[in-house]
């Protein structure tokens, strides 16, 4: 950020959480927990909440306890003499990671070039201009003043004990140190940076570094976290960057097959490309207005593969990725695990990058002891309890009357899902033995521990917790079994069940988890057939909320429920459309990944239309003009819908499990003609590219093994050409059953009675809502047949 002749360079390190409150034993709920599920039954649901709050002080917590934020480690402060200044630009490289910043002179043209190294564990910095030479200083400044965080004592301090900046041998020295040090958790942070001059010479100071008249300047950076700041690294981390070659294309062609091999691994064209002009984001989102802008569309799809691509390394995205530009982040730039990471993390299966979700099984598995301990001592129970709010450790430690997360029990299942479906993405036995089933049966124990029958022959889920919502009628947000939390449990069973069958494991246990899963309470319908938030009486639904946790079960993989049951579908689509019709009357409202999660929700149900209207609201409300994503609409910086964003894209034109493919199940006429490439589908399918124009449809995929699918098309197929396949009929004219063989490339041309968006324009406008259905389709097995079947929205 800054001036073209004074620029900043912040840097950080995804490990960067400073330790400001201690990791504490949970609260000892488990040991109150009949009381506290009493307290429920009689609808005392916030006495319910105020009894754990009262028990954490009486335990000597000391009041709310936020999680630790991630903090930048400093910032590079880049001086360079000059005069006049005009065609000033920035551009990012999204194919190479290339940040640069172009301007010219009355003399000559000038530019700072900035990469992060995958291959070097390097920030690289280049300072160059046409013709003259270039001279500049640089200097290593904190990034933090003087401040106060959290529920910490009232001392004037910051977290940060001290700061020292040396020089030496062309290097720029920084460490620092926390006032707060406990077992576990890092000590403090040091940094290097190394000034490299091509010709003209180079001047070393007390804490700065000047360069005069050379040919070139190269900056190369690192930052690392210290668990025993004591002893320092500062000499091998000068020393293993003073053995790179100091070459900025040397090093940039190490790092850019490794962060452009991702990048290019997937593409969206909707007719953006072709009539793209060289604009400025800025003109391209002021040209957007109700109509959505392919050009713009484009973009957007790119840059949000950028950002998740960039934060990804030894952690998933936080709520900032992994980008921190202040002590005081909002909700401190952790990882919000009740929502945020599973959208933030969404597109890295679907848009051909599983490696990148790797990261999220080690960040949980570093700190299994720690929800083995929240499990057992909020509720007495084996197994693992993933908390809602987690960053340097994972203990339950943030929670209130207000926001009971303690409450919250679907932590571990839902991340269960994760490891699995990367199973049906990539067929990697091996992980599904030796990383999945593990974690899936540690999640599954806890359930059978916490789990108790109710008078109906059912389980109950209590305490449970639908995230951050309450009941219209009831001002608590503790409640009786969430349908967040009995969807998520039903899946976890169908789930582990399938893999013990897949892997020959848990041959005992099976037939138990059979009959639990016949005991689990069913999903039910309000009297306005609105699917219902809280499987319970007398609570009314809160769609003038955020969350949308009713339709997990619609999010990723249909739960067979819906299949079986069009008034499920039914309630589920007239929840969308009220919240939706929320979301209008808020203007967009906040939180842009409860929107990505409802147009999850949406494409599975094939309502198109809404799909469209959604998409156009996130492409309009939530990014701001350096193309980053925000939380709500043009404020707060956050990745979560850099995630969330190709997730909505990729799941309007395919969904797939395993022994099926069904192509654009909710495509908008908007979209009559484009073209994806680089989706991975369940099954190890990898789909090179699609494409379509109005009825014509092309399809190149690869599969991983050997299989039979059934493919689906939204209308009936005339006609059809292909190589590499076997291609056989099946009853329903839409669709085909595929033989593939492992690895060969199979090429698809089908043409189809009516266009690829013909079950979209179906769609009527009815009375109360723009745009809303009146007939659609929905995914669903009969007799092992798969069809697109109408399901009638209201009595007509």
């Known amino acids: 950020m800054g ?20 990791p504490l034993v949970p609260v000892s709920q488990g040991e109150h927990l009949d009381h506290i599920r009493q307290l429920m039954l009689e609808g005392a649901f916030g006495e319910a909440s105020q009894f754990v709050v009262d028990l954490s002080h009486e335990e000597g917590w000391g009041g709310k306890r936020w999680t630790d934020p991630i903090i930048p480690a400093f910032d590079l402060v880049i001086n360079m003499k000059g005069d006049s ?15 640069e910043v172009k301007w010219c002179t009355n003399k000559d043209v000038f530019a700072r070039t900035t990469f992060v190294s995958r291959g070097d564990n390097v920030v690289v910095t280049r300072i160059r201009a046409n013709d003259l030479p270039v001279s500049g200083s640089f200097r290593l400044s904190k990034r933090h003043g003087d401040s106060w965080w959290g529920n910490i004592d009232r001392r004037d301090h910051t977290g940060i004990d001290e700061v020292k900046t040396t020089v030496e041998d062309g290097f720029i020295i920084y460490r620092s140190s926390f006032q707060n040090r406990w077992n576990g958790l890092i000590e403090g942070y040091e940094g ?12 070393l100071g007390e804490t700065e570094i000047r360069v005069e008249n050379a040919d070139e300047i190269l900056v190369l950076m690192r930052v690392e976290p210290t668990y025993d700041y004591s002893s320092s690294g500062t000499d091998e981390m000068m020393a293993s960057i003073g053995s790179l070659r100091p070459h900025y294309q040397t090093l940039l062609n190490k790092h850019t097959p490794l962060h452009g091999g991702l990048f290019k691994r997937s593409r969206l064209d909707i007719g953006g490309r072709k ?24 973009i957007q799809y790119d840059a949000a593969r950028y950002h998740i691509i960039s934060s990804t390394g030894m952690n998933p995205p936080n709520l900032q990725g992994i980008w921190s530009g202040t002590l005081t982040p909002p909700w401190s730039g952790d990882f919000t695990m009740n929502g945020n990471v599973p959208v933030a993390v969404s597109s890295m299966l679907c848009s051909n990058m599983p490696e990148l979700l790797l990261p999220l099984f080690d960040l949980l598995e570093r700190h299994m002891d720690d929800f083995r301990l929240n499990a057992e001592k909020l509720f007495n129970s084996g197994g693992i309890h993933v908390p809602s709010r987690m960053s340097s450790h994972g203990l339950n430690n943030h929670f209130d009357a207000i926001w009971p997360m303690t409450f919250w029990t679907g932590g571990a299942g839902w991340y269960s899902m994760f490891y699995y479906d990367y199973y049906l993405h990539t067929n990697d036995m091996e992980f599904l033995v030796s990383r999945a089933l593990p974690f899936m049966e540690e999640a599954m124990a806890f359930y059978e521990d916490f789990l108790i029958t109710g008078d109906d ?3 109950l889920f209590i305490p449970s917790y639908s995230p951050e919502n309450n009941p219209g009628n009831i001002p608590y947000q503790a409640c009786v079994n969430a349908t967040m939390d009995i ?6 069973i169908r789930n582990i069940i399938e893999a013990s069958q897949l892997t020959g494991s848990n041959t005992g246990k099976i037939k138990k988890w059979k009959a639990m899963l016949e005991k689990m309470p069913l999903y039910e319908l309000n009297e306005q057939g609105e699917l219902r938030e809280w499987v319970w009486p007398d609570t009314e639904e809160n769609h003038s909320h955020r969350h949308v946790s009713q339709l997990y079960a619609l999010f990723d993989i249909m739960d067979p429920k819906f299949r079986e049951d069009p008034h499920l579908v039914e309630g589920a689509r007239k929840v969308i459309h009220q919240k939706m019709r929320h979301r209008r009357e808020a203007d967009g409202g906040i939180m842009s990944f409860g929107m990505a999660q409802l147009a999850f929700a949406a494409a599975m149900i094939g309502e198109a239309a809404y799909c469209y209207d959604m998409l156009g609201w996130l492409s309009r409300n939530f990014w701001f003009n350096n193309m980053v994503t925000t939380h709500d609409p043009h404020h707060i910086f956050n990745l979560d819908l850099s995630g969330g964003f190709p997730s909505v894209i990729i799941k309007m034109l395919a969904y797939a499990e395993p022994g099926l493919i069904s ?11 484009g073209n994806i490439e680089g989706v991975l589908l369940r099954g190890n399918i990898r789909l090179d590219k699609l494409e379509w124009d109005e009825n014509c449809v092309s399809v190149l995929l690869q599969s991983g093994t050997s299989q039979k699918i059934l493919l689906s098309m939204p209308s009936d197929i005339t006609s059809f050409e292909y190589t590499g396949a076997m291609l056989s009929d099946h009853p329903d004219k839409a669709s085909k059953w595929l033989e593939l063989e492992a690895g060969a490339p199979v090429k698809l041309n089908f043409k189809l009675k009516d266009s690829v968006v013909s079950l979209s324009q179906l769609h009527q406008p009815a009375e109360g809502l723009p745009g809303e259905s009146v007939l659609t389709g929905v995914h669903t097995w009969q007799k092992n047949c ?6 009638a929205l209201r009595d007509r």
């Open 3 to 22: 001036h073209p002749h004074s620029d900043t360079i912040t840097l950080g390190h995804a490990l960067l959480y400073m330790p400001l409150n201690e």
């Open 275 to 298: 009539e793209r002009k060289s604009l400025p984001v800025e003109e391209l989102q002021a040209n957007s207005s109700e109509i959505i802008d392919p050009s713009l569309i484009e």
């Open 457 to 459: 022959g059912k389980y």
């Open 663 to 673: 192509l654009f199940p909710a495509l908008p006429p908007a979209f009559a003609a």
């Open 487 to 492: 969807m998520i449990a039903r899946q976890l």
């Open 786 to 791: 798969y069809q697109t079947i109408p399901c």
């Open 192 to 203: 290097v940076v190394y000034v490299v001059n091509q010709g003209g010479e180079r001047i």
């Open 85 to 99: 200044i005009r065609e000033y630009v920035r551009t990012v490289n999204f194919l190479t990671g290339e940040a």
